[in-house]
Structures are given as C-alpha cells and as structure tokens.
C-alpha cells in the first residue's frame, strides 16, 4: 500500500493512504484499490480509511489446464482440471500449464469398426485392422463366414452324429442326423449279429445247424463261429463195386462201367489173422483196369480192392462176410470239386472174406 499526500497534485499520489493521513482531497484523487479481484474494497481514503473483504467472485488462475477458477480466501483458486480430448482414441490427451492441451500417439487397443476382425492396435495416430476374426462355430453342418460379423450358413454336408450304429449320416438344419440302420451283418450264420450304441456291431457265437455249403454232408452245426461239417451222407454215396474184379498176372481189371475209381493195393501174411493195412495205388481212372508190376516179398502177398468214386467220396471197398464194411483209413485223394465218401469195388478170385489166413508158400498175387 502506497502512502501520499492528498492534497498533492498528482493523481493517483494518494491512493490505498493510511487512515486519517489524507485530509481535504481533491475530488477522484485519492482512491480504494489493491488490484485483488478477490477482494471487495470499501471505506474512505479520508476518514475511517479502506477496507479489504475476501470474496468468491470468478477469477483465473493463469493456469490453462484448470476451469471455474474461484477466489478462496484472497487468492484465485483452480478449479476443475480441464479435460483434453481430440476425440481419437490413439492418441493420450495431456494439459501442460504452459501451453494448455496437447496429443501424443499411442499403441492402445482400438476398433476399426470392422466386426470381421479383431486384435485391432493403434498406429501413428489410427486405429490399424488386426487378424481375421474367428468365425467357426465347431459344427460341421454350417458354412461359417465373415460379412459384416460372422455368418453360420446351415449345409447339408456329410457328417458323423457320434452314433456307429447308423449309417449315411448327413447335415439337416444345423444338426447331424441319420434315418439308416447301418448293418452288422457279417454273413455268417454261426455269429449273432446286432449294433451297441457304444461298442458298434458285436457278432457274438451261437449254437444252431448250418450249412456247411458242401451238399454230401449232413447235420452240420455251429461251432466257435465256424460252421462244421457233419459226417458224410450214406445215401449220397456211390454204390459198392460188383463183383468182378479180378487179376491176371499184373493186370487188375473189373467189368463194372459206372465210374471213374480208385485202386487199393494192401499185403497179406501167410500166416496169422488178416488185417486191412491197403494203401492207394491208383487214385482215380476212368479205364477198368490197371497193371500193378510189383512183386510182394516172399511169404506175403497183394491183396486189391477197388472203389467207385463220385464228388461225395469213394464207396465201401468191400463186406466182410459179416455184412461190416472194411476200413479205409488212408482214401485215394479225389479230384472232384467236392469231396467226400464214394463207392467200393474189390477183385476176388478164389479168396474171400474167410479166407485171409490162407497160406501163401511163395510170392504170389491175389484179389481181395
């Protein structure tokens, strides 16, 4: 506060004076003013002197980063800090008290407002597309696509509804669906057939008849899934041999004309009880006879039998005289396509089925 001489002549020499030292003032000399705009100035340069009140008025505080500046006890007070925004989000809006607001770019996660991508970054001050949005939905039976935000198009594909025991599964409204039974059928008539929801087919063993596919045998039946052959039909088999086979020399011949046959040849002691130990001299032939050169050891000879063969097997090679078919447990190999047991034949000519312990004093040959 200045002090001056009211009556002085200079304007202004009197102003804000001290109480009671400016008496008789010129008219606007003397005045009350501390240049605060946060006071309210009052009383007289002259008499009781000036007074100073604080006020609230508005007031600036210099700082351009603040807003409704007030004045607060005698002094201009900030007030709300100034928000700087340029509206882009790559950019970080500051205020400096020197020059007020101001931007700098950033890398901050943005939008480019395209719904078909994502991871989208700010760049120099702009907002930069990232990958490809993701749009599968993990169901095979939509056409997923990106337009304008991601599309899920139902397609009628092929597809697996997780259930093995449907077949021709396909793609129906956006679901996997299937109207066929698949079929477990395993073509085996000695397995069970049917379908687990879980497991699949499952072929389980039974126990039945079957049919072996071969017409000579009968009651075949089921065994560990295979079906086995039962034994070989009697009645499907040839008929024995007549009786005309004989032997001259090394030629053993029959007058029988239904074959084709086979020839047995077997040995026999000279003594001691008859056994049939016959093996195959010749497996099959259409002729009705055959030359066997072969010489039996002495004190034993050869005995002949001969079988009628059809696809089912050979017949009975002969009867003992009490009506008993022989043995025969090493069979001539067929060529027909299917196998089984077929007609009999033998070549006698003085020996027979009583007769097997005839002596035989020297190598010789001999029907049976």
Known sequence: ?????????????????????????????????????CTDDGGTPAGSGCTYTNNTAPCNDGNPCTLADSCSQGACTG??????SDGNPCTDDLCCAASGCYSIPNADPCDD?????VGDVCSQESCTPGSPANCDDGNPCTNDSCNGGCDHAYNTNACDDGNPCTASDHCDQGSCTSTTAVSCSDNNACTDDECDPVAGCIHTA???????????????????????????????LPVEINSSVRIVVSTISWSDIVGPYSVYRGVRLATGYFTYNQTCLVAQTSASSVNDTSVPSVGTAFYYLVA?????????????????????????????????????????????????????????????
């Open 308 to 368: 009628r063969n059809n696809p089912c097997g050979p017949s009975v090679l002969t009867l003992d005289s009490d009506g008993t078919p022989a043995p025969n447990y090493r069979p001539c190999p067929l060529s027909f396509a299917a196998q089984g047991s077929a007609g009999d034949g033998r070549a006698s000519t003085a020996v027979d089925g009583e007769a097997r312990a005839a002596a035989v004093p020297t190598p010789a040959r001999i029907d049976r």
């Open 1 to 37: 506060m200045g002090l001056g001489k009211c009556n002085a002549p200079t304007p202004g020499s009197c102003t804000n004076p001290a109480p009671g030292t400016c008496t008789n003032p010129a008219p606007g000399l003397c005045t009350c003013d501390d240049g605060n705009p």
């Open 113 to 117: 407002g395209n719904p078909c991508t």
């Open 206 to 236: 039974t126990w039945r008849d079957c049919d072996d596919g071969n017409p000579c045998t009968m009651g075949d039946t089921c065994f560990d899934e295979s079906c086995v052959s039962g034994p070989v039909d009697p009645a499907l």
């Open 79 to 84: 007030g709300t800090p100034l928000t700087c």
